[in-house]
């Protein structure tokens, strides 16, 4: 139980560490400027941001069932990869820490533009278009959250056998600055500018600090398992 509780906490500060971070932090920009449309009416703007966290959680939740529940179906893969999880989790960790670091950069689109794009068509469904853009953002992959989703949360969900908690909770990290903002352009407006300079100074540290953890756990698990070098 202990284990899992790790393991549900680490996919949450992944989630947030994406929402935070410079790409999916303009798609959650955009999202909370969605939500702002209705400042004044507490309820429609608590509504609208619940509903955008809930379009990114369940968009992961869906990805990591599908994801996870095919790879274990298939029974060859499932034992390979029961077979070499260890051995390739320190070279994924390391591919993750170098992309945090920003030592590596993959040409992936940020799909901002289609974002934008999208965000004016859904505001003719009202409250209810922060549901799609949960959806939509959720499925613009960037470098970042490439990294993080596939590199270090999806390994961690089939190491424990979780495709629908783990994506889930996953999610909800993602959602939480625009769920804080929300709350904010609910109860006090002028607050926003505020949390939004300091979750900027925050995110430079974090993702470096998280980028560093990774690459010394990454390094250590590739020594120890999967080259076998003992080092103590």
């Known amino acids: 139980m202990s284990e899992y509780i790790l393991a549900a906490v680490t996919a949450a500060w992944l989630g947030f560490l994406c929402s935070i971070s410079p790409c999916p932090l303009a798609t959650n920009i955009a999202a909370i400027s969605f939500v702002s449309r209705k400042v004044g009416k507490v309820g429609v703007v608590l509504s609208t941001g619940v509903l955008y966290t809930l379009g990114r959680t369940i968009t992961y939740a869906i990805?990591?069932?599908?994801?996870?529940?095919?790879?274990?179906?298939?029974?060859?893969?499932?034992?390979?990869?029961?077979?070499?999880?260890?051995?390739?989790?320190?070279?994924?960790?390391?591919?993750?820490?170098?992309?945090?670091?920003?030592?590596?950069?993959?040409?992936?689109?940020?799909?901002?533009?289609?974002?934008?794009?999208?965000?004016?068509?859904?505001?003719?469904?009202?409250?209810?278009?922060?549901?799609?853009?949960?959806?939509?953002?959720?499925?613009?992959?960037?470098?970042?959250?490439?990294?993080?989703?596939?590199?270090?949360?999806?390994?961690?969900?089939?190491?424990?056998?979780?495709?629908?908690?783990?994506?889930?909770?996953f999610g909800i990290g993602t959602g939480l600055p625009v769920l804080l903002f929300a709350f904010l352009l609910a109860f006090?407006?002028?607050?926003?500018?505020?949390?939004?300079?300091?979750?900027?100074?925050?995110?430079?540290?974090?993702?470096?600090?998280?980028?560093?953890?990774?690459?010394?756990i990454g390094i250590v698990m590739t020594l120890t398992l999967t080259i076998g070098i003992r080092l103590w």
């Not at 407006?189 to 100074?201: D, F, P, S």
């Open 63 to 169: 990805l990591g069932i599908l994801l996870v529940g095919g790879l274990s179906a298939a029974p060859e893969l499932s034992h390979l990869l029961q077979k070499y999880m260890n051995l390739l989790m320190g070279p994924f960790l390391i591919i993750v820490a170098m992309i945090l670091l920003d030592m590596l950069k993959l040409p992936i689109s940020s799909g901002s533009g289609m974002g934008e794009t999208m965000q004016k068509k859904v505001e003719k469904a009202g409250v209810f278009g922060a549901f799609l853009l949960g959806i939509l953002f959720a499925l613009s992959f960037c470098p970042t959250s490439a990294a993080l989703f596939f590199g270090s949360l999806l390994p961690l969900a089939i190491k424990m056998e979780s495709g629908f908690v783990l994506p889930g909770i």
């Open 188 to 216: 006090s407006a002028h607050k926003v500018g505020q949390a939004y300079n300091k979750l900027a100074k925050f995110e430079c540290w974090a993702q470096r600090m998280t980028g560093g953890i990774f690459l010394l």
